[in-house]
């Protein structure tokens, strides 16, 4: 059975801190990677890895896939409380194109 | 990125009745989807919504609960059926972008009562 596996389950930091969330997982056929960001209802799209080892940057967040060992990190750095929402982590694999399974997602809370 | 609405933005509505959500995008899609989740839980896929075929459900959702229409590249809808409060659920579409990244539509929040 597919896995998808964050961690952790939430997190509380101060203004300024860095963040690492994790994600790891086991699935058949893995295509790519993917990371949101949900602050109310809709997740906000932030990333796709497809490929080891290639960072992928936006502002203060980085993200990272390692197909070896079968996880990826996402980095915040310079945390503000604008940062503050559910990050979730999503793998596309599988038979069908564009489905996706999402993990239980890290709740962070940033406070001032 | 393609720009996603739906409609309504939220619902409160008595057990036994039937509700319809609407997924509008701005530009012409190959693939859609429908997901939901449900309080304190993360998303989970319910459909692939085809354009010109029946959709395409995940393990656990079925057609007669979950009707799903896409009659084009630009629109598709969501009935929930029969609701109870099981049912109360955020409720999501998605489309597919350029590389195959989904973007999601800003959701439907319906409380069953």
């Known amino acids: 059975e597919d896995k998808v596996v964050q961690s952790p389950l939430s997190l509380v930091v101060h203004e300024g801190d860095t963040v690492t969330l994790n994600c790891s997982y086991e699935?058949?056929?893995?295509?790519?990677l993917l990371w949101y960001k949900q602050e109310k209802k809709a997740p906000t799209f932030l990333f796709m890895l497809t490929s080891s080892g290639i960072e992928k940057k936006s502002g203060r967040l980085s993200s990272i896939l390692d197909k070896k060992e079968l996880f990826s990190i996402l980095n915040i750095t310079a945390t503000q409380t604008g940062d503050s929402a559910v990050y979730l982590c999503a793998v596309e694999a599988g038979d069908s194109w564009g489905k996706l399974q999402f993990g239980a997602g890290t709740q962070v809370v940033v406070t001032p | 990125s393609a720009v996603i609405s739906q409609k309504p933005s939220r619902d409160i509505c008595q057990r036994g009745t039937s509700l319809t959500i609407q997924c509008q995008v701005d530009?012409?899609?190959?693939?859609m989807f429908w997901y939901r989740q449900q309080p304190g839980q993360s998303l989970t896929l319910i459909a692939t919504?085809?354009?010109?075929?029946?959709?395409?459900?995940e393990s656990g959702f079925v057609i007669d609960k979950f009707p799903i229409s896409r009659p084009n590249l630009t629109f598709s809808t969501l009935t929930v059926s029969n609701m109870s409060p099981e049912d109360s659920s955020i409720y999501l579409c998605s489309v597919a972008g350029q590389y195959n990244e989904q973007f999601f539509g800003p959701g439907t929040r319906l409380t069953v009562l």
């Open positions: 699935v058949t056929n893995f295509r790519s």
């Open positions: 530009s012409q899609v190959t693939m």
């Open positions: 919504a085809n354009q010109g075929s029946e959709a395409t459900y």
